[in-house]
């Protein structure tokens, strides 16, 4: 079976000029730990995940305030931030030769791509839901 059959196509997205607020509010809107970054033409220029936004946000134990924190969340751009020249698949691969793809360079999603522009994202959990139901 090729990857296709397992992605989400037409992911959510965003920009790499949107603040991190609006990024951490797209992925708790729908409880989202990764979000492709595209630009204008569609074409995949990084990826943001939890882990980037928890690294660059600040720490439990600052001494801003609230405000304060607000303010500077709004002045981070996504691409700040993100992760840069992610590891891609087409949209043809195997589900096997994708899983493998994630294990060896440890990722928790594999953006689909072809022709440069972005078609889908395959996470950990699709992966779970595929064995789940061809494994009944």
């Not at 134990?61 to 992760?83: D, G, N, P, W």
């Amino acid at each position: 079976m090729n990857l296709e059959a397992i992605m989400k196509p037409k992911p959510m997205t965003v920009a790499p000029d949107e603040t991190m607020n609006v990024a951490i509010r797209k992925m708790k809107e729908q409880n989202f730990k990764h979000l492709p970054v595209v630009d204008r033409s569609g074409e995949l220029v990084g990826v943001l995940s939890d882990r980037d936004l928890k690294r660059a946000s600040p720490s439990d134990a600052t001494l801003l305030e609230v405000h304060e924190l607000l303010y500077l969340l709004e002045k981070v751009k996504v691409s700040q931030v993100m992760t840069k020249k992610p590891i891609t698949a087409p949209p043809d691969i195997t589900v096997a030769a994708a899983a493998a793809l994630m294990v060896k360079h440890k990722i928790g999603c594999l953006p689909v791509v072809g022709s440069g522009k972005l078609l889908g994202i395959v996470t950990q959990t699709d992966f779970l839901n595929y064995l789940a139901q061809n494994n009944k």
